[in-house]
Structure formats: C-alpha cells, structure tokens
C-alpha cells in the first residue's frame, strides 16, 4: 500500500505544478520531464544545447490490428491515456471526459489519441473494436486503442508518460493506473499532465490543446 500511496503522491504532484503553470495568460505551456544540457560544436565552435525528455519508441496494436508506432505521432499533437475495459472505478469517467476531447478535436488532421490498455490479456484486439464502437468511435484515424505487450505497455507509462500503470492485486479490478491524460507535442515532449477523472482539468486540457496545434515549432525534431 506505501507504494500505491508514493505512486499516486507523484501524480498528484505533477498534476499540482502542471495546474499551475498552465493556468497562466500565455500562449505557451511547459516542457515536463528531466532536462540536461549536451554541448555541441557547430562550424568550429562549442555550444549548449538542452535535451528534453521525450517519449521512447514504441509499437502497439491498434483496435482496427494495425501496427502504431512513433512515426505515426511524429509530427502530431497528442493525448495519451492508460485504462483497461473491465475496469471497474475511474475508467468509465475517463473514457467520457476523452470523448469530449475527440469531439472538439477530431477533424483536426494533425490530432490524435493513444489509450493504452494495462490489461492487454484480457483486452484482445477485438474487444478493444467492440469497446471503442460502443463508445462511438468508428475507426481508428483520430483515436487508437493500444494493446501490446504488457511490460512494454508498463514500462511506457511510467517512464516515458511519467504516470501510473502496473499490477496491484490489491487494487479493484487487479490494476494500479492514474486517471493522467498526458499531452504531447510535435516533437514528443510532455506538454501537460491532467486528471482525467475531473471536468474542470480536462476543461483546461481543451483549452491548452490550441496553444500546440496552431504551433508548428519543432514538428520535424
């Protein structure tokens, strides 16, 4: 239990900062995640670049049995979330709040969302199609429901993402995850980390998605 208590603590944490620095009146939002500066030597002369946490690459399936991947993103703004179908607490209101994230944004070309189930034994590549046409979603050209390789699906989440996704039998439903909607930028940077289990965060969530979409700054990195 400490750990699930530490874990969530995190979240929170990162939730608080990232609530203070977007509810701001500028046109811009923090880059999350470790930095460190790298020097470079351009035309003869040393220089400091700042290397920023980014997301690692990864292949999952999608609902439709497509291979999704970073190139697939690249160059896209995102929303990334963690969730299994049986999930019996904040799953459903999760999926209701991202729902209307799609709605404002899915006929934005360069917009997508990727759910990733923790539960990909269960979550076959046909339950996750059955899933997402109950909740409306009729292909997989704006929103991706990923399953994969449970570690893998593990280890992205708490090390790229920056949030909660793991076994706990003591947990309801078998699985420790956030409510986290983590925004990513055309470059692959954590952008913003939201709780998607509240109406007013992912209010500032569609609010804030805007400031990356009309920027097309490092969309190529």
């Given at each position: 239990?400490?750990?699930s ?7 929170l ?5 990232n ?6 009146n ?6 999350l995640?470790?930095?460190?500066v ?16 980014q ?12 291979e999704i991947?970073?190139?697939d993103?690249r160059?896209?703004?995102?929303v990334?979330?963690?969730f299994?179908?049986?999930c019996?607490t904040?799953c ?7 729902l ?15 759910s990733h189930?923790i ?7 046909a ?6 046409l ?9 929103w991706?429901?990923?399953t ?9 989440g708490?090390?790229s ?8 039998k ?11 909607f ?23 969530l569609?609010?804030d ?6 920027n097309?700054?490092?969309?190529n990195?």
């Amino acid at each position: 239990m400490l750990r699930s208590h530490y874990l969530s603590f995190t979240i929170l944490g990162v939730l608080a900062l990232n609530a203070c620095q977007t509810n701001n009146n500028t046109n811009t939002l923090p880059i999350l995640g470790n930095r460190h500066v790298e020097e470079v030597i351009v035309d003869g002369k040393t220089t400091t670049d700042t290397v920023y946490h980014q997301i690692a690459e990864f292949s999952f399936t999608n609902q439709d049995g497509e291979e999704i991947t970073n190139e697939d993103v690249r160059g896209k703004v995102y929303v990334a979330d963690f969730f299994f179908t049986s999930c019996p607490t904040i799953c459903p209101i999760m999926k209701k709040q991202m729902l209307r994230v799609f709605e404002a944004y899915k006929d934005n070309p360069d917009f997508m969302i990727l759910s990733h189930t923790i539960d990909p034994e269960y979550d076959t590549v046909a339950l996750l199609k059955d899933y997402s046409l109950r909740l409306g979603i009729e292909d997989a050209s704006t929103w991706n429901f990923l399953t994969g390789e449970q570690e893998k699906i593990f280890e992205i989440g708490q090390t790229s993402y920056l949030t909660t996704a793991m076994d706990d039998k003591n947990e309801p439903g078998g699985f420790l995850h956030s409510g986290a909607f983590v925004l990513i930028d055309r470059a692959g940077r954590i952008r913003g980390i939201y709780d998607g289990t509240k109406e007013t965060q992912v209010n500032v969530l569609i609010k804030d998605l805007p400031k990356l979409l009309n920027n097309n700054e490092n969309s190529n990195k």
